[in-house]
């Protein structure tokens, strides 16, 4: 029996799957590190941490191996988007990754979308310019660090990175590129035009590859401390969203997928790369060949529940204040929760929002904010769910993945919420099943993507909506939607009191 590995870096931890040729998950490892948050609105990571704690994940992978492994064929990655990480001509990293989920940037989006245009961005893009984007970072250390930015030679996101240390091979795949505002994504070519608008050296960029190419094999020294063969190819992987909708299935139009990691991303395939979302929703590259898809994304999705937890209850277990939860009626006894949190990209694009509790009561418990918390993460993400069907599509059946898939209480509540069956697949794991399925591809396993999927997903578990739950929640929802407009400036307000800007 052959095998591949997945290699999911996501912003908790970076997770392996091993993975058998009928798609069997032989082992999961997980492995976390730190966030850095040195002031409300910075968030960023070492990429030094990525790299110890995936070569730690192989080396226990290997150890615990069965058989020989010199049947592992291939290696793939799925990564968290956006993250700059800048090298310098030694190709090291000049300074701390600036991750996905980090709204420093507002001024230089405005900046961006002043001096290249915001038609013509969103004509070369498809995107307008967002905090979390790759460009905007890189226009701040041009700007706030001009020391790193003349030292700067490349820049890399954080899975590029990591397969670089594996490989000492240096490239971005069309997925991943798509999010970094630079790539023209119907051409899959880097912009001169948007380079050279905001005076940015093009030799910044990495060479282009498609997600399922073969970029090289495991690094001498990675191999000897990792227990892999030198022999293993590697193959260049893609966005964490993309590779979660491939492992979700979603390589055909209709097919929606929800995913609740630290972010939340509601997803759908496109089978073009002309059509025009005006930038409601992003607009990007899939880690399958020649296709497309649009998202909206919740910043703090999950990560609102684990904010929660670690503030509220450390000592407990995500089932244990979830199970605390199950019996609280729909809408928690009138306690309403927004998961701005980390301010909000879709529907709301604002960096200086933040959340609420409203409805907050003297008999609430514990558990009734629980609930509160989950509902309006959902909530959230059903409002990315209705600019879809805003636009014509048609939505009954979602693929629900990520940490937020492992709760039974969670996937009956994106049912009744999205009024949607909600599928949830054999692995809550998409992004690196979605990569370890790059590798077979790209080992030649299979002909196709597809022809892949049909061996490898399978769903586990099913769930239909409850009508009397769908119309309380319908209810709820228009409530949830007017706390926005109505806490909107109050925050700005409050901007100049949060840590690292007080007055
Ligand atoms: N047992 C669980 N039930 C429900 N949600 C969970 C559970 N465990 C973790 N989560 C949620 O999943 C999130 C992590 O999801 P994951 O997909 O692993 O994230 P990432 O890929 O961003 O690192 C956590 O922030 C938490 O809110
Ligand atoms: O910024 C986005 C998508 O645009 C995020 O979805 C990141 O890609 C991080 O994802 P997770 O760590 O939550 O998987």
Known sequence: MKYVIGIDLGTSAVKLLLVNMN????QEISKEYPLMQEKAGYSEQNPEDWVEQTIAGLTELTDSFPGDVSDIEGISFSGQMHGLVLLDENHDAIRPAILWNDTRTTKECQEIT?????????HISKNIALEGFTLPKIIWVKKYEPENYSKAKLFLLPKDYLRFRLTGRLHMDYSDAAGTLLLDIEKRSWSDEICTALDIDPELCPPLVPSHEMVGNIDEIIAEKTGLSEKISVFAGGADNACGAIGAGILEEGRTMASIGTSGVVLSYEDAGNKSFAGK?????????DAFYTMGVTLAAGYSLSWFKNTFAKEMTFDDLLQEAADVPVGANGLLFTPYIAGERTPHVDASIRGSFIGMDSSHKRKHFTRAVMEGITF?????????????????TVISIGGGAKSTMWLQMQADIFNTTVIKPGSEQGPGMGAAMLAAYGSGWFETLPECASVFLKDAQTVEPIRENVEKYKELFTLYKSVYASTKQINKDLMKYRNGNEV
Do not use: C, T
């Open 23 to 26: 798609g069997k998950v032989i």
């Open 114 to 122: 002043e001096q290249v245009g915001r038609e013509k961005l969103l």
């Open 281 to 289: 929703v992003h607009y990007l590259n899939h880690a399958a060949p």
């Open 380 to 396: 959230s993400l059903n409002e990315s769910l209705e600019i879809f069907r805003e636009n014509g599509k048609s939505v009954d």
